[in-house]
């Protein structure tokens, strides 16, 4: 069993930044891979960023490379979400999720195993 929990939402200006954390419980983080999703109002669950188990491979949505970097320390079994540069249309409730006992990183919802409660993420105009 793995429980995920984000932290480090809030409300920030169009150009900001902020850091989004995942503390994960349970001794299968370092062989998990961990995502992002986030989900704005009225619309689907959307892939954001993934990284697999040990760091060395990430993977991100069009829409926010460049802007965002996802990391991981499996020694503090902490995941990060950086996101810079802010645009309104990042504003969401962001999603931390895990797929334990894999190599791999993984894009869709349906793959991954656990999922936090969400932290919400403002960026005004």
């Known amino acids: 069993q793995v429980q995920l929990v984000e932290s480090g939402g809030g409300l920030v200006q169009a150009g900001g930044s902020l850091r989004l954390s995942c503390a994960a419980s349970?001794?299968?983080?370092?062989?998990?891979?961990m995502g992002w999703f986030r989900q704005a109002p009225g619309k689907e669950r959307e892939f954001v960023a993934a990284i697999n188990w040990n760091g060395d491979r990430t993977y991100y949505a069009d829409s926010v490379k460049g802007r965002f970097t996802i990391s991981r320390d499996n020694g503090k079994n902490l995941a990060y979400l950086q996101m810079n540069s802010l645009k309104p249309e990042d504003t969401a409730v962001y999603y931390c999720?895990?797929?334990?006992?894999?190599?791999?990183?993984?894009?869709?919802?349906?793959?991954?195993?656990?999922w936090g409660q969400g932290t919400q993420v403002t960026v005004s105009s």
């Open positions: 349970g001794r299968s983080f370092g062989s998990a891979a």
């Open positions: 999720t895990a797929r334990v006992g894999t190599t791999y990183y993984y894009l869709r919802p349906n793959e991954y195993h656990y």
